[in-house]
Structure formats: C-alpha cells, structure tokens
C-alpha cells in the first residue's frame, strides 16, 4: 500500500449499508473507485470499471453468492467483506473517465487499468 495516502481525504465518501446498497446514485460508466475499511487501520480496495453501476452491483452479487468469489472478481476484497460486513467499508469515486473518443475495447480497457 502506498504510504502517502493524503488523497483519502479529498474524496466524498459514501456509507454503505449491510447489504452493499450505496447510498448515492451511481453513473453507468467508465470510473476508478475505491472501497475503504472504516478501523483504526485504514486498508482500501481501488477498482476501475467501464461500466461503474454494473460492476458494483457485480461486486454484491460475488459476495452474495459465497465461494463463487474465490475463483474471480477481487478475493482478498470479498474475504475482507465478508468478515466485517459491509457496515464497515465507505465508498468513493476516484475519477469518472471519459473513453468516448475510444472504440476499441482493450484500449478503453488499457486506459482504465493505466488512471487505476
């Protein structure tokens, strides 16, 4: 983990609620997030999607179904849900990128994982 997290503290943070429902709107497209563990530790997951509402809905859906998360998505993120709940983790948009001028797919894919 990089030691210069100052950047947690300039971005809007979100409560989740225990069944991993945000409690903000989301746009449906192409972003960089962050999930944050709310302890005395601070320990976050930073995530890129071309579709952003999609993807955090997947994200509930791996963990609700149990050990169909270990062989996809985000383990370690999963496990780290699984054991404190979603109570206990904020949410945040790092960046929404704009990949309009992109068509070809794994170059939208190449930009987003480049912002991550």
Known sequence: MNKNISFLKEIVWFDIDKGGYINTPLKNQSAVYI???VSNKIEY???A???LKTRISSHKCCIINGNNYKSKGSPLFYKSVLKYGWVNFKFGVLEYIDL???S???????KLLERE
Do not use: A, F, H, T
Not at 104 to 110: L, R, S, V
């Open 104 to 110: 070809n797919i794994k170059q939208k894919k190449d």
């Open 100 to 102: 309009s001028k992109i």
């Open 49 to 51: 999607s071309l579709q």
């Open 35 to 37: 999930y944050m563990k």
């Open 45 to 47: 997951y930073v995530g």
